[in-house]
């Protein structure tokens, strides 16, 4: 005779997967995303339940990056918007390496010739090269260069000149690099958005003749509004561009002129020795015949 079933233990084994399906499903309603039919939803190529926490996460984070106000009007802008951003950053990150260059270079310390003039006036030729030694200036290594250079002749004077001519042009085109780009972004940064703003008005109006009779001015107001962003943002771009410029185009243009003083009092200092000593000696005539 079979021994009696239990029904307690079989309503309990008969809940059991049940319940194991109920504890997955809440489990996957934790961690995933059901579809329409109430099946968890599935990442095809790693076949794990798709997490609804991480995907709301990050639309969040590219919600909240999206939503900056710069970032809000250029994404309006389109296109073209995006082309002037990169604009914008191509021509900061020009800026930047620039003026780093120009620190690196000791552009901006030239205040030692009037120093390295004394000096030469003075016949101490190696006070001046000393001085010229301890300066990164771009002229400090030109002057620097041409002191080992004879002067003693017109010819060997002419031929010096030409030589530290030479080395000025090489340190002057270092200088002019990356310059280029960003007078490109000057320039062409207002173009682009002048183009944006005539395609918005082009789009704008051909919505217009799409409504025919029934025109909504606040389409077109908005279309042109639009439109005219693009060239806001590519002026907001043109003109810290052309103030950079401007400026670097200066402070190469003075380097250039100190270059300049530099190599004249090099190539000339056997003559301001010369007229140091005449000088001191006309003095000191001076000075007996009033005794």
Same mark, same amino acid.
């Given at each position: 005779?079979?021994?009696?079933?239990?029904?307690?233990?079989?309503?309990?084994?008969?809940?059991?997967?049940?319940?194991?399906?109920?504890?997955?499903?809440?489990?996957?309603?934790?961690?995933?995303?059901?579809?329409?039919?109430?099946?968890?939803?599935?990442?095809p190529d790693?076949?794990?339940? !798709?997490? #609804?926490? $991480?995907?709301?996460?990050?639309? +969040? @984070?590219? *919600?909240?990056?999206?939503?900056l106000p710069? %970032?809000?009007?250029?994404?309006?802008?389109?296109?073209?918007?995006?082309?002037?951003?990169?604009?914008?950053?191509?021509?900061?990150?020009?800026?930047?390496?620039?003026?780093?260059?120009?620190?690196?270079?000791?552009?901006?310390?030239?205040?030692?010739?009037?120093?390295?003039?004394?000096?030469?006036?003075?016949?101490?030729?190696?006070?001046?090269?000393?001085?010229?030694?301890?300066?990164?200036?771009?002229?400090?290594?030109?002057?620097?260069?041409?002191?080992?250079?004879?002067?003693?002749?017109?010819?060997?004077?002419?031929?010096?000149?030409?030589? !530290?001519? #030479?080395? $000025?042009?090489?340190?002057?085109? +270092? @200088?002019? *690099?990356?310059?280029?780009?960003?007078?490109? %972004?000057?320039?062409?940064?207002?173009?682009?958005?002048?183009?944006?703003?005539?395609?918005?008005?082009?789009?704008?109006?051909?919505?217009?003749?799409?409504?025919?009779?029934?025109?909504?001015?606040?389409?077109?107001?908005?279309?042109?509004?639009?439109?005219?962003?693009?060239?806001?943002?590519?002026?907001?771009?043109?003109?810290?561009?052309?103030?950079?410029?401007?400026?670097?185009?200066?402070?190469?243009?003075?380097?250039?002129?100190?270059?300049?003083?530099?190599?004249?009092?090099?190539?000339?200092?056997?003559?301001?020795?010369?007229?140091?000593?005449?000088?001191?000696?006309?003095?000191?005539?001076?000075?007996?015949?009033?005794?």
């Open positions: 005779m079979s021994d009696p079933v239990n029904s307690s233990a079989a309503s309990v084994d008969a809940q059991s997967p049940l319940s194991s399906d109920s504890a997955q499903a809440d489990g996957a309603a934790a961690t995933g995303t059901f579809n329409a039919d109430g099946t968890v939803m599935v990442d790693t076949g794990l339940a !798709i997490d #609804a926490t $991480a995907t709301t996460q990050s639309n +969040g @984070l590219l *919600g909240d990056f999206t939503s710069v %970032i809000e009007q250029v994404d309006r802008a389109g296109v073209v918007g995006w082309v002037l951003a990169a604009m914008a950053l191509i021509g900061l990150v020009v800026f930047f390496y620039k003026l780093v260059g120009f620190l690196r270079r000791g552009v901006f310390a030239d205040g030692f010739v009037k120093d390295v003039e004394n000096h030469l006036s003075s016949g101490d030729e190696a006070k001046a090269a000393e001085l010229l030694a301890r300066r990164r200036h771009p002229a400090a290594r030109i002057g620097l260069s041409g002191m080992t250079l004879p002067v003693n002749s017109a010819q060997d004077r002419e031929a010096a000149s030409d030589l !530290i001519a #030479a080395r $000025a042009r090489k340190e002057i085109d +270092g @200088l002019n *690099g990356g310059l280029r780009i960003m007078s490109a %972004i000057a320039v062409l940064s207002p173009l682009l958005g002048l183009l944006g703003t005539v395609m918005g008005m082009i789009e704008a109006f051909q919505r217009m003749e799409g409504a025919g009779s029934r025109i909504d001015p606040s389409v077109l107001s908005g279309g042109i509004w639009l439109a005219l962003l693009t060239t806001a943002i590519g002026l907001v771009v043109a003109i810290p561009a052309t103030a950079f410029h401007m400026w670097m185009q200066g402070v190469i243009g003075r380097a250039a002129s100190t270059m300049e003083d530099v190599c004249t009092l090099v190539v000339n200092r056997g003559e301001l020795a010369q007229k140091s000593l005449s000088r001191v000696s006309n003095l000191t005539e001076l000075r007996h015949a009033a005794e």
